[in-house]
Structure formats: C-alpha cells, structure tokens
T-cell receptor, first 111, second 116 residues
C-alpha cells in the first residue's frame, strides 16, 4: 500500500515558465512533508518542507502548498531554470518518524 | 563542509559473495539510515540507528545487516547478495527526534551495487 504517490513520472516545462509537481498521500497522521531533489549519480538533497499546521511555505523560487482536506501537496517552481532539471521526490512523516517517499517525478526544463 | 560520505560509489559483487557498504558523516547527527532504491521507485527504508539503538523495518530481509561502531560510521552488510539486491543504496542522517529540523534527512551520494 503506497502511502505517498507521485502520479506523474515525468514533466517537461519551458525555461521561465512555472513547474508544478504534485503529490498525494493517504495517511491522515502525516504531519510533516518534504520535497527532495535528486540529480543523476547523487543522493537526494533537501529542498523545502511544510508542517501540517501550514498551507503554504515559500523559499525563493520554490513554494510548497498543502491541501489537507484533499491530502495533496504541490511544489511550484517559478521561474523554472534548466538547472532545475532533476528528479523530485515528495516525502511525508508522522510525529518525527521515518520518511515515506513517493516514486519521484522527473522534471525537464528546456531552454 | 559537513557531509555524508559513502564508499565505494560503485560496487560489483558476485552472487552469494558477502559485501559491505560504508557510510560516514561529519554532521554529528544521532540518527543514521540505510535506504534501498531501485530504478524509478521510491527509496525504501531498510533500517536506522538512533545512537546505538538499532531499528529494523519489518520487511527488511535477514540478508541485510547493519553495524554502527561509533557516531560517525555506519555499515551495511549484505550476507549473500542475490540478483534482486542490485540497487542504489543510500545512507542518510538526521538530528534526534524532537530536535529542531529533525524531519530533514541528509543523504550521501549513494553506492550503486551490481550483482553478477
């Protein structure tokens, strides 16, 4: 049973436009959500996170939105840059416990 | 720079031949994790250490063992690798539960294991 799902395996966006990556979860006990970015041959790097008491968190070009009623979160990147091309994983945890990862979405930003 | 280091980056082993992957950290984090990631799949947690306290995931095969001799180092031992164990193995660290930023895990670059 997959508790965290990223239904789009890939996304292609033009440079300068907005990238929207989506993530759905099933466990209502999750109280913290994170996005990680992974380049080939490297480990995932932490990008941005949000607590369940918030519905939005912004850091520069990156914004994460959380819709608890829909059990859905999204990562917005604007404007998208070619260097943003990577695999993005969302992850969730409950009460500081282990992270449950989605399968990842491969973002390609074309110049 | 504080970091998580994994050696080797690429490891080839023969079917059934024991192999050890290593991880070290300079972050002085209490918690160290081992994940297995196969192509196009989510990283799967195998086990983690909270200081010296070992926590195994229920579905982690007995073939996988771990050692943490001190705060900085953690090892993943695969006693009898099968073809299905070929994967990327990721080590990660985090602060202790309850500490600020505890949810964030810091990953090493991974070790790509090939079983022939």
């Amino acid at each position: 049973d997959q508790q965290v799902k990223q239904n789009s395996p890939s996304l292609s966006v033009q440079e300068g436009r907005i990238s929207i990556l989506n993530c759905d979860y099933t466990n209502s006990m999750f109280d913290y959500f994170l996005w990680y970015k992974k380049y080939p041959a490297e480990g995932p790097t932490f990008l941005i996170s949000i607590s369940s008491i918030k519905d939005k968190n912004e850091d520069g070009r990156f914004t994460v939105f959380l819709n608890k009623s829909a059990k859905h979160l999204s990562l917005h990147i604007v404007p998208s840059q070619p260097g943003d091309s990577a695999v993005y994983f969302c992850a969730a945890s409950s009460r500081g416990g282990k992270l449950i990862f989605g399968q990842g979405t491969e973002l390609s930003v074309k110049p | 720079d504080a970091m998580v280091i994994q050696n080797p980056r690429y490891q080839v082993t023969q079917f059934g031949k024991p192999v050890t992957l290593s991880c070290s950290q300079t972050l002085n984090h209490n918690v160290m994790y081992w994940y297995q990631q196969k192509s196009s799949q989510a990283p799967k947690l195998l086990f983690h250490y909270y200081d010296k306290d070992f926590n195994n995931e229920a579905d982690t095969p007995d073939n996988f063992q771990s050692r943490r001799p001190n705060t900085s180092f953690c090892f993943l031992d695969i006693r009898s690798p099968g073809l299905g164990d070929a994967a990327m193995y990721l080590c990660a660290t985090s602060r202790a539960p309850g500490a600020s930023g505890t949810h964030e895990q810091y990953f090493g670059p991974g070790t790509r294991l090939t079983v022939t």
